[in-house]
């Protein structure tokens, strides 16, 4: 804009300059904190002298939060899952996008219609249980990766993607014979990587972070994700609370460094697939 | 005539088959596992048996209904889930709209990346992270009170008094939730036609008539659009966000019809009762979102349907 450097203007940059650092710095404040208990020695806790620098460094808890048969299971069986329900999270999404996207598809527009609807039309947790109950899912790992495998917000997502790219492309591939399928894999989905990763980004982060339905379906332990042991861990404290005793049933640098291994997978892929993520949401928001 | 129907229908599905083919997998999956349990909600109107399951055990009416609008947990629970979500739009709706608009007035494009990639990182982590780092923060031994008492004050039970624990819920949402918001107005404004401010701007606009008649205007569908959304969902709850927060001491403020739903539903195992008041919140949000669309289309916004 013009007359950029007026001193006003100056001023005004500097100021809200400042404001959005000092908003950012509070906002990472309740990470830091986490970190800083995860390193810091018992004593220093317990006295109340950490705050969010760490204090008699050490990497004690990571060990013993590590030998913890339990927590390390979950975090794999986890990573395993994460992985594996949102590889059928894509294909569903793909499979119905591709032939949705589509402008003459008889019978498309019905179909499309009844995905749409299903984002209103809730059931409610019991019916949806009952229904995992009839297909005999309830306390399998099932229960977790096929009531959600597709969302149809995201099919939408995708839907728009395909329509996106030009109709010239198909014509091409039509014309040097490709049939649908073909069309689909060597073509269009190269095409549509960038919507793809932010699709499979956003299912994967569901999962991982996931807890209700773990809640819901699963009884035995073998099964339980890294959210669930560590709600356990983390509601250990509740119960000290409550008692106003300060019994610690999973001491505080562990727990803190439990929730920073828990948080890790999240922490390590976020500076990578940011820009993805944003992408995707301004995809999402322009459908509104 | 007819036969040269039969033939397109043909051509047609030699043409598209493999479109249909796809298809079939999702389309099953949504008749079983989306349109089959609605079928299930039936059982809000009758007396579950476990043994004669849901479409032999007897109907009772309303009975469950009675029973739910005579019970003191359920209307606690409906009242927790207006006050924590009204406290959800009053303090989370509008901060990130704030910073979105004094983002963008900022130049320096490092500035605007780096808050916006560091507000959006707490949506990655779940409710159970975010609980355990709550107890972190705000517990006896917590990071607020290690500051309180290092200043010399008394130490503050944050989370186990219900009044000052409802502050906590909806600034931890701030916190998680601001960062998605921001980014979409952010979108917004990025789509926004730049030479708009400009021509304020030499007509000798303020920044603060420019910020009110320029800007803002063109976010205005955007956040009828969110604001909308966030009506329609007032007596929707998720489920993580008041359970992981929540602790025995603040049930009072802490219970809501989503951990209701829950704890009488798959913890005590009564099934019919605990439909009838997911049958509820999902019909009174219905209505809520087509009477929050229609007041908005009457005030000459547009809608979302």
């Not at chain 1, 807890?211 to 890294?226: A, E, R």
């Not at chain 2, 359920?74 to 990130?96: Q, R």
């Not at chain 2, 923060?137 to 917590?142: E, K, P």
Request: hydrophobic fraction near 50%; proline fraction near 3%; charged fraction near 15%.
């Amino acid at each position: 804009m013009s007359a950029i450097n007026s001193k006003n203007e100056r001023i005004f940059q500097f100021c809200w300059t400042a404001f959005f650092i000092i908003i950012t710095c509070i906002a990472m404040v309740p990470i830091l904190r986490v970190l800083a208990v995860s390193l810091s020695g018992k004593n220093a806790i317990l006295a109340g002298k950490v705050f969010i620098l760490p204090v008699d460094l050490t990497t004690e808890a990571y060990t013993r939060a590590l030998q913890s048969g339990s927590f390390v299971n979950a975090f794999w069986y986890s990573i395993v899952l994460m992985l594996a329900s949102t590889v059928i999270n894509l294909l569903m999404t793909v499979l119905a996008a591709y032939p949705l996207s589509k402008k003459g598809l008889v019978g498309g527009k019905v179909i499309m219609t009844l995905f749409v609807l299903t984002m209103y039309l809730h059931p409610g947790v019991i019916p949806e249980y009952l229904n995992v109950r009839d297909f005999k899912m309830v306390d399998t790992v099932w229960a977790l990766i096929i009531p959600g495998a597709l969302s149809a917000y995201n099919m939408i997502i995708m839907c728009n993607a395909f329509k996106g790219i030009d109709e010239a492309i198909y014509d091409a591939a039509k014309i040097d014979g490709c049939s649908e399928a073909r069309c689909l894999i060597s073509v269009i989905l190269p095409l549509v990587y960038p919507t793809l990763a932010t699709l499979g980004l956003f299912y994967a982060v569901g999962r991982w972070n996931g807890i209700s339905d773990v809640l819901y379906y699963i009884n035995s332990s073998k099964y339980f994700t890294v959210q669930m042991v560590l709600k356990q861990f983390v509601e250990s404290i509740n119960v000290s609370v409550e008692e106003g005793l300060q019994t610690n049933l999973v001491a505080e640098n562990i727990k803190a460094a439990s929730i920073v291994i828990s948080m890790l997978p999240m922490l390590i892929v976020y500076p990578f697939v940011q820009k993805f993520f944003t992408k995707g949401i301004m995809v999402g928001a322009v459908k509104g | 005539m007819k036969k040269d129907k039969k033939g397109k229908v043909k051509v047609y599905l030699r043409n598209n088959w493999q479109l249909y083919l796809m298809l079939i997998i999702p389309v099953i999956y949504m008749i079983l596992f989306k349109y089959k349990p609605m079928l299930g909600v039936v059982v809000a109107f009758k007396k579950f048996n476990v043994f004669k399951g849901i479409w032999n055990s007897p109907w009772i009416g309303l009975a469950n209904f009675q029973e739910a609008f005579t019970s003191k947990d359920f209307w606690s629970a409906l009242k927790n889930t207006l006050v924590l979500n009204i406290g959800d739009l009053i303090i989370g709706f509008p901060f990130p709209i704030f910073l979105a608009i004094f983002l963008n007035e900022l130049r320096s494009e490092g500035v605007r990346k780096t808050t916006q990639t560091l507000l959006y990182l707490p949506n990655f982590l779940s409710w159970v992270i975010i609980s355990g780092i709550v107890t972190q923060l705000f517990s006896n031994s917590g990071l607020v009170n290690n500051l309180i008492v290092a200043l010399g004050g008394e130490s503050v039970s944050f989370l186990s008094n219900s009044f000052i624990w409802r502050f906590v819920y909806w600034i931890m949402g701030v916190w998680q939730g601001a960062g998605y918001s921001l980014i979409v107005y952010l979108a917004a404004l990025m789509a926004a036609d730049a030479s708009l401010g400009e021509a304020a701007y030499i007509d000798g606009a303020t920044r603060l008539q420019r910020i009110w008649h320029v800007t803002l205007p063109q976010i205005s569908s955007t956040i009828t659009v969110l604001l909308i959304m966030q009506i329609g969902r007032l007596v929707n709850i998720s489920f993580d966000r008041p359970y992981m927060m929540g602790n025995t001491l603040v049930r009072d403020a802490s219970d809501v019809i989503s951990t209701y739903v829950y704890s009488v539903g798959l913890a005590a195992g009564r099934f019919d009762f605990a439909t009838a008041v997911g049958l509820f919140q999902t019909v009174v949000g219905i209505v809520l979102v087509f009477a929050a669309n229609a007041v908005i289309k009457k005030m000459g916004q547009e809608g979302i349907m």
